[in-house]
């Protein structure tokens, strides 16, 4: 049967079940029966119910008039004082949408998370190419420019550990030989920024540069995603790591209690920039 749950694993703490059962929503399925709960989380039916109904009391979890789960908006609140993702994004803010009104296409801002990254903030553009991402969501790291950026600029050993992974291909212009990738994540270190042409989707290009923290360390990135049809990245990368070496400025001034400087956006490229990944 398809709700049937499963050997219920013993000896976890109720912490640890309550933390399963969140997991088990997913961007695909946001809505979930109390047997689906019971099924993924591995836990009774009798114990999945308590805990739902505890969440639900808090605000972690909201039920609909046909019984069905999704996540609460005070889970919502709660994640959103997360201090890698609300002062990052405020801070970048100005500068996202500064580039997003001198292009009109899809802006992205990313950070690393383990061995993936996770979307902080996206501005989309009304006609830019479609795009998977959405906030809060998670990517695989070799395929994008946000994620190439980061990459290239994690510790070794997550390096190694993403490119001893099986790579999965988007598209055929998917990297995903390790000896090519160490290739361009050099390269993406030289030139200081990343480009990513139709390995996600083939209609898609982005163009990503490193943020770093007041210690100089890459915290995040920025990027533009047009239409590759048409798009020239290096006359893109300029307007992509202006937004970046501001976000850097305003998160150096933060540290420092000063006020953020913003610099003058640039003017539209000479081109049709498109829309991509």
């Known amino acids: 049967m398809k709700d049937a749950v499963p050997t219920v694993e013993p000896g976890r703490s109720v912490t640890a079940k309550v933390l399963a059962m969140l997991a088990a929503f997913t961007a695909a399925e946001p809505e979930l029966t109390l047997s689906q709960l019971a099924r993924r989380a ?26 069905r789960y ?11 004082l997360a201090p890698r993702g609300v002062g990052l994004r405020d801070a970048a803010m100005p500068f996202l949408e500064d580039l997003y009104e001198v292009t009109h296409e899809n802006v992205q801002l990313a950070v690393r998370e383990g061995a993936e990254i996770v979307y902080v903030e996206r501005i989309a553009g009304l006609h830019a190419v479609p795009v998977w991402t959405r906030v809060g969501g998670r990517f695989a790291m070799h395929a994008t420019g946000v994620g190439l950026v980061l990459l290239a600029h994690a510790p070794a050993s997550v390096q190694q550990e993403v490119l001893g992974l099986p ?6 212009r998917t990297v995903t030989d390790p000896k090519a990738l160490r290739r361009i994540l050099a390269d993406v270190r030289r030139l200081g920024y990343a480009v990513s042409d139709g390995q996600v989707t083939l209609d898609a290009l982005s163009v990503a540069a490193p943020i770093t923290d007041p210690d100089g360390e890459v915290v995040a990135a920025v990027s533009l995603v047009v239409r590759a049809d048409g798009a020239q990245p290096a006359a893109l990368a300029p307007l992509v790591q202006t937004a970046a070496r501001g976000i850097t400025r305003a998160l150096r ?19 049709r920039p498109g829309s991509a990944r």
Do not use: K, N
């Open 42 to 67: 591995r836990l009774s039916l009798p114990t999945a119910h308590r805990r739902a109904a505890e969440l639900v009391e808090w605000g972690a979890l909201e039920r609909d008039a046909r019984g």
């Open 253 to 271: 001034a933060t540290a420092a209690g000063r006020p953020v400087m913003r610099s003058p956006p640039r003017p539209v490229p000479a081109q």
């Open 167 to 172: 790579l999965r291909r988007f598209t055929d």
């Open 70 to 80: 999704r996540i609460g908006l005070r889970l919502w609140e709660v994640a959103s």
